[in-house]
């Protein structure tokens, strides 16, 4: 009999702003962002995939919704203030309570990243249609898999370093462009009972999320963001397990 693979529940976040506002962004991603990296997710037979944007009642990011989630991805850049506090701090509470979290590109600046951070998570960066070349620094990590030595990028955005983050606790990817910087692009943290990705190739206006080893790489993240344990992340008043006293 065959046996039935429980399947990694997923949503693709997206704010949607340039989508809406900027024909080129259009040009590149007519399904907007979320729907080339759904449609990247939704290749795996594990992987049970949802998009959900800002304009969404709760952002689509409802109790109920990330009770639902194993891996929630997360693409931001114009609009981090227009996500509301309460659904940011309800996104925070999931990750610590073990729901995996993948930030992806300008996603360094959204609050739920700032807070699970604790720093600024600022860096430097530049628009000039540069060559990126990103080396897979840990090949045997999960998220590495399959990748080989480098990923080749014609056209991106620079992020360069300084990078306002606590030590990553794996730096999987590094970075050089064309103009000389250098950049942790594939970082790891864990946070509570939860894993943190944050990949930073993925500029609006290039076609990055088509890039066959990029796509290959978020899929692997979903895998091992997903959550090893779901549990409340508190600080509980407990009975003595012993007895106490004479």
Known sequence: MRQMVERIRV????????????????????????????????EQTDLAVRT?????????????????????????????????????????RHVLEGMGLIV????????????????SCTLKWREADERERIWNVEPGHP??????ETIELERTEMYGERFDVPPPERVVFISWYEGGEVFRSGCTWERGYGRV??????????????????????????????????REHACRNVPPLEKLGG
């Open 52 to 92: 959900a944007t800002l304009d969404a009642p709760e952002h689509g990011l409802t109790e109920e919704a990330l009770r639902e989630t194993d891996a929630l991805l997360w693409w931001g850049h114009i609009a981090h203030e227009e996500v509301r506090e309460e659904v940011a701090e309800r996104v925070v």
């Open 197 to 230: 990705f944050y990949l930073a190739p993925g500029h609006e206006t290039y076609p990055i999320y088509y890039q066959p080893q990029i796509r290959r790489v978020l899929v692997n993240a979903v895998r091992w963001v997903r959550p090893r344990v779901r």
């Open 11 to 42: 949503i693709v976040w997206n704010e949607g702003r340039h989508e809406q506002r900027n024909a080129a962004v259009r040009a590149v991603y007519p399904e907007g962002i979320h729907g080339a990296i759904a449609a990247a997710l939704r």
């Open 143 to 148: 998220v590495a898999a399959g990748i080989g």
């Open 104 to 119: 992806l590109h300008s996603g360094h600046l959204s609050k739920v990243f700032r807070r699970l951070m604790g720093t």
